[in-house]
T-cell receptor
Framework: EPEVTQTPSHQVTQMGQEVILRCVPI?????FYWYRQILGQKVEFLVS????????KSEIFDDQFSVERPDGSNFTLKIRSTKLEDSAMYFC????????????FGPGTRLLVL | SQQGEEDPQALSIQEGENATMNCSYK?????LQWYRQNSGRGLVHLIL?????REKHSGRLRVTLDTSKKSSSLLITASRAADTASYFC???????????FGAGTRLAVHP
């Protein structure tokens, strides 16, 4: 069964450094998302992406964040200058054309900012 | 704004028993989804129920939706230790398929 994959599974970085989290969505999916989950808290929506542009973003998704679909298969989340409070599990998700409401999540990248 | 709340926050049962968890929400929806999250892992889609449906089944899962009470329930029958996980309801957040998650119910099934 097709699945969403994410790399790396864990990332440790120093405050102020840039990080890029990578995702490979399910191949025929058209809608892509990033969510995050701070330890012990709810899963929070960050951004949705469709037709090569951001379709919606939350207030968390400020100028330090950006997303890109560089090559038609990968979907990346970049944090330009990480803060301690960016430490969280980051989930990529995708959904297909026949049931766009149903999102399929990757296993996540655990980001720790020191 | 939309918000989902699961109840109970935690549930501990023996294998073979049924587990019921509930989700209440604030504003009208056209669908509601349930997801499972094993500890430290990604979310797995379980079931989607639309506002014109009252009940839906998938294997040992039964989901109900009462739009008049703005609530949904997830029933897992004949639970197994492998069902141990957190269960979340996910509500449409408007716009481009944004999902809003509740805090979840932590289910522990003991052998």
């Amino acid at each position: 069964e097709p699945e969403v994959t994410q790399t790396p599974s864990h990332q440790v970085t120093q405050m102020g450094q840039e990080v890029i989290l990578r995702c490979v969505p399910i191949s025929n999916h058209l809608y892509f998302y990033w969510y995050r989950q701070i330890l012990g808290q709810k899963v929070e929506f960050l951004v949705s992406f469709y037709n090569n542009e951001i379709s919606e973003k939350s207030e968390i998704f400020d100028d330090q964040f950006s997303v890109e679909r560089p090559d038609g298969s990968n979907f990346t989340l970049k944090i330009r200058s990480t803060k301690l409070e960016d430490s969280a599990m980051y989930f990529c998700a995708s959904s297909g054309p026949t049931s766009p409401e149903t999102q399929y999540f990757g296993p996540g990248t655990r980001l720790l900012v020191l | 704004s939309q918000q989902g709340e699961e109840d109970p926050q935690a549930l501990s049962i023996q294998e073979g028993e049924n587990a019921t968890m509930n989700c209440s929400y604030k504003t009208s929806i056209n669908n509601l989804q349930w997801y499972r999250q094993n500890s430290g892992r990604g979310l797995v889609h379980l079931i989607l129920i639309r506002s014109n449906e009252r009940e839906k089944h998938s294997g040992r899962l039964r989901v109900t939706l009462d739009t008049s009470k703005k609530s949904s329930s997830l029933l897992i029958t004949a639970s197994r230790a492998a069902d141990t996980a957190s269960y979340f309801c996910a509500l449409p957040g408007g716009g481009y398929n944004k999902l809003i998650f509740g805090a979840g119910t932590r289910l522990a099934v003991h052998p």
